[in-house]
């Protein structure tokens, strides 16, 4: 059974900086696809970045392009996701996840079999 633990969330002001961990157990960390999502109040979960096991390629979601930044040490088995210039918009629950590396469209959760319980982010203005 895969599991996957977030931490690093927290409270934080507009134009700040946080950077979430995930933990993955498993031996073949280093395969999967991995993935951050978000979920904000009375909102739909929506995909925040990815980056594939073979080659780190990255996906990002436009509302985050040059702000986030997504990578993996594979010899932790851990995934993170460097949050700067954060806005109150960017207020969410944050999920890790890590799917099939053979996963050809990765910016959906049904991409992703394994989740986390999610770490809470909260920007003030």
């Known amino acids: 059974q895969v599991q996957l633990v977030e931490s690093g969330g927290g409270l934080v002001q507009a134009g700040g900086s946080l950077r979430l961990s995930c933990v993955v157990s498993?031996?073949?960390?280093?395969?999967?696809?991995m993935g951050w999502f978000r979920q904000a109040p009375e909102k739909e979960r929506q995909f925040v970045a990815a980056i594939r096991g073979t080659g780190g390629d990255t996906l990002y979601a436009d509302s985050v392009k040059g702000r986030f930044t997504i990578s993996r040490d594979n010899t932790k088995n851990t995934v993170y996701l460097q949050m700067n210039s954060l806005t109150p918009e960017d207020t969410a629950v944050y999920y890790c996840?890590?799917?099939?590396?053979?996963?050809?469209?990765?910016?959906?959760?049904?991409?992703?079999?394994?989740w986390g319980q999610g770490t809470q982010v909260t920007v003030s203005s």
């Open positions: 498993g031996r073949t960390f280093s395969s999967y696809l």
């Open positions: 996840a890590a799917g099939s590396p053979f996963t050809a469209v990765i910016d959906t959760s049904a991409a992703y079999a394994y």
